[in-house]
């Protein structure tokens, strides 16, 4: 069935592709030109959408680097972005919630809706998930896309740049839910990158006091700084041991830490996090890491701290969209790169190089 678009499509639609080769290109993409001009194609509860901006995520540059996280492999030509907002263009006749020319912020997942982790709520543990960027499931950095209005959300007068910063922003509004932060806990971030960041704005807005934040890099520590000033900055120097991180970094705050958000999933980071924290504390690790890690077990052991870990998210949107609407949280720093959907190379050049000081690199089409 077919819809009326509302806005020109004289350009074609392009994709930003990886391989099993490590190659990163553009080339033409579905759905195809007419289909858009059309409207045609559109399943019973689809939309289709034009995408406005993508944010670039470590994952896509894992996937392009390294071919894998963990299970999940690039076997075959690959579009990848999965934080995306953009621009209702048509609509199947079963939406009745949307229309041509919604502004929405795309939640990039399809769920089965009717294993257990679906039916209780908890769908990012859906076991048949399609999570659009993860190998094989086509990604949304594309000029065009279909998806299913159920995963599209409003965003009304909301910047289509702050639409796309929702993902990474649910991210840690999932980490922060199950780690329970809370007022006046001493909370310790590990990492400084877009997630970490993303954490330590909401553990700031949450009133955690004091709050740490750890990294390797100076000049992302120094960005922390400006987005939460009352943020204490730690530099984690190589040499040193886990246990004299810990100690310095319990030093740091004048008290040991309740909860850790641990965002950078790197071995030693975790065990800093560990060795900071007080008898009957947290560890939470939304970070990606390695296969198999050592740890410090015996320090969890004694001192019944938590490790937990946290898997994308699930019903965030909502609650990210009225923080940022609200004044609550403030992204709009962590963007510091844009590019044209056209030089979406150079933007995964900047984003994976640490030279360039990139922050969140947003590709962005008119």
């Known amino acids: 069935m077919s819809a009326t678009t509302t806005v020109t499509t004289s350009k074609p639609n392009i994709g930003v592709y990886t391989n099993p080769e490590h190659k990163l290109w553009i080339d033409d993409a579905g759905p195809t030109q007419q289909e858009v001009a059309e409207g045609k194609g559109l399943a019973e509860g689809e939309v289709m959408l034009k995408i406005r901006s993508t944010g670039i995520c470590g994952s896509d540059v894992h996937f392009w680097h390294a071919g894998a996280i963990g299970p999940m492999v690039v076997r075959d030509t690959h579009i990848l972005g999965h934080e995306s907002a953009g621009e209702i263009i048509a609509v199947h006749p079963s939406v009745e919630n949307l229309k041509p020319g919604d502004r929405v912020a795309i939640e990039p997942n399809l769920i089965c809706n009717a294993c257990e982790p679906c039916l209780t709520g908890r769908y990012n543990g859906c076991l048949k998930v399609q999570f659009l960027s993860t190998p094989p499931y086509p990604g949304l950095l594309r000029r065009y896309v279909k998806h299913p209005a159920i995963w599209c959300h409003k965003i009304g007068n909301m910047s289509y740049e702050m639409g796309a910063m929702l993902e990474p922003l649910s991210v840690a509004l999932a980490g922060m839910e199950r780690a329970n932060v809370n007022l006046g806990d001493p909370v ?162 900047t984003a994976a190089d640490p030279k360039t000081g990139a922050i969140k690199v947003q590709i962005q089409s008119e």
């Open 188 to 349: 310790l971030v590990c990492g400084a990158g877009p997630i970490g960041l993303m954490s330590l704005l909401c553990c700031a807005a949450a009133g955690a006091e004091p709050l740490v934040v750890t990294d390797i890099d100076e000049g992302r520590l120094k960005f922390a700084k400006e987005v939460v000033p009352r943020a204490r900055t730690y530099k984690v120097e190589r040499g040193k041991t886990s246990e004299q991180c810990g100690n310095e970094i319990i030093e740091l705050a004048k008290t040991k830490i309740s909860v850790a958000i641990e965002c950078t999933g790197v071995e030693s980071s975790v065990a800093n996090a560990i060795h900071s924290s007080k008898f009957g504390g947290k560890v939470f690790v939304i970070g990606v890491g390695k296969d198999q890690m050592n740890i410090p077990f015996m320090k969890l052991s004694t001192e019944e701290i938590d490790l937990q870990f946290q898997f994308r998210y699930a019903n965030t949107w909502p609650r990210a969209i009225r923080l940022i609407e609200g004044g609550v949280i403030d992204v709009s720093k962590l963007v510091t790169h844009r590019f044209d959907l056209e030089d979406a190379i150079k933007a995964f050049e």
